[in-house]
């Protein structure tokens, strides 16, 4: 893979203490990246930034809880004081509390929402002036199949990755000619987004098919080194990227 286009960059990860973020930090530092981690387990986030440094990589660590408004701010202004820029953020803190909407489950719903779209959307307006005044920039936007498909017992949650597509697809054409834009929607994937249900039905039906479908996370982070590795004036918008085997 030609990953000549990310050597230097800076890439801010948001939900890195884990799973996609996780493995694409490390990744992307093995590729020369200088990597932000971001997430609410500082003490997780510290030790992965530790172990990029002990193999060579930069890394920085923020504890940040997304749906804070001000908390990402802060960590966008603290990234930029620290390293001068930041090349692309990937927004890929999420929760999948999967429930059928007869439970009644408001306030997984509420946490959804404020997750999956506010805390992308914080990201972005926070992000946004930065990428004008680099004249530059490139938004990772982690949503998933389930922005393709509405599935039963699955709706909230298909309703806020919906929302990330949209929102993805108006902020390319509102950037259109500035920064670039990126969709990834991973099927199931290694991660522990699997356990965020607290509808034990729901949360048993779904850990049983991850478990039996689920491919790495690094078959994401591929992606994302993909997309970022792509010359200046190339856009990948969007990357759907699923087991094998599975068949929605």
């Known amino acids: 893979m030609n990953s000549g286009n990310i050597h230097g960059k800076v890439v801010l990860i948001t ?33 992965i ?20 408004k ?19 953020l990937v927004s890929n803190a999420g929760l999948m509390a999967l429930s059928p909407i007869a ?18 959307l914080y990201g972005i307006a926070a992000a946004w002036p930065v990428f004008e005044k680099q004249k530059s920039g490139h938004f990772i936007n982690i949503a998933s199949i389930a922005g393709l498909k509405v599935a039963p017992g699955n709706t909230v949650y298909c309703a806020t990755k919906h929302a990330v597509r949209a929102l993805s697809e ?11 834009v990126t ?8 991660s522990e987004l699997m356990y965020g249900t607290s509808d034990e039905a729901t949360r048993n039906g779904v850990v049983e098919a991850y478990k039996q ?6 078959s994401i982070a591929g992606a994302i080194l993909y997309a970022i590795s792509q010359p200046d004036h ?4 969007e990357i759907v990227v699923r087991p094998t085997v599975q068949e929605f």
């Open 234 to 237: 190339t856009s990948v918008n």
């Open 49 to 68: 930034a530790d172990e990029i440094t002990r193999d060579g990589g930069v890394a920085s660590c923020h504890e940040v809880d997304v749906t804070q």
């Open 213 to 218: 479908n689920a491919i790495p996370a690094d």
């Open 103 to 120: 439970s009644g489950k408001t306030g997984e719903w509420d946490r959804m929402i404020d997750l999956n779209i506010k805390g992308m």
């Open 15 to 47: 939900g890195a203490s884990s799973g996609i973020g996780e493995t694409t930090a490390r990744l992307l530092a093995r590729q020369g990246a200088t990597v932000v981690l971001a997430a609410r387990r500082k003490d997780r986030l510290q030790k």
């Open 183 to 190: 969709i990834v929607s991973p099927g199931y994937v290694e």
């Open 170 to 180: 108006g902020l390319r054409m509102e950037s259109r000619g500035k920064f670039r």
């Open 70 to 88: 001000d908390q990402v701010e802060k960590m966008i202004a603290a990234a930029v004081a620290q390293h001068g820029r930041i090349d692309a």
